[in-house]
Nanobody, 125 residues
Framework: VQLQASGGGLVQAGGSLRLSCAQS????????MGWFRQPPGKEREFVAA????????NYADSVKGRFIISRDNAKNTVYLQMNSLKPEDTAVYYC???????????????????WGQGTQVTVSS
């Protein structure tokens, strides 16, 4: 299993970006997918997760109402639409696949066993 994240870049505060993460292999649709981020000098933190059928999602309080996670199982891809970006959203963003098929809890990095390489998001003030 390989995860390839893309879509990062430099954006002004208030702007939007859409991250994508494509998985190789045939088992994408069976698993919870998540997004994490690592701000400069800080530990990796949970951003959002989505269950296999797109029926349930979970978000960190810091991004609720601004970010939307979605997936397209036919394309083996998970997305993170990021709106109303703030300078504190600056981080390397990682997609990940959860070990189990249960959405909750979805915020623990140790519950994910496959990780993408990360894509840099920089929000200027």
């Amino acid at each position: 299993v390989q995860l390839q994240a893309s879509g990062g870049g430099l954006v002004q505060a208030g702007g939007s970006l859409r991250l994508s993460c494509a998985q190789s292999g045939r088992t994408f649709s069976s698993y919870v997918m998540g997004w994490f981020r690592q701000p400069p000098g800080k530990e990796r933190e949970f951003v959002a997760a989505i269950d296999w059928a797109s029926t349930s999602t979970n978000y960190a309080d810091s991004v609720k109402g601004r970010f939307i996670i979605s997936r397209d199982n036919a394309k083996n891809t998970v997305y993170l639409q990021m709106n109303s970006l703030k300078p504190e959203d600056t981080a390397v963003y990682y997609c990940a696949r959860k070990i189990t098929r249960m959405l909750l809890p979805g915020h623990l990095p140790d519950d994910y066993n496959y990780w993408g390489q990360g894509t840099q998001v920089t929000v200027s003030s």
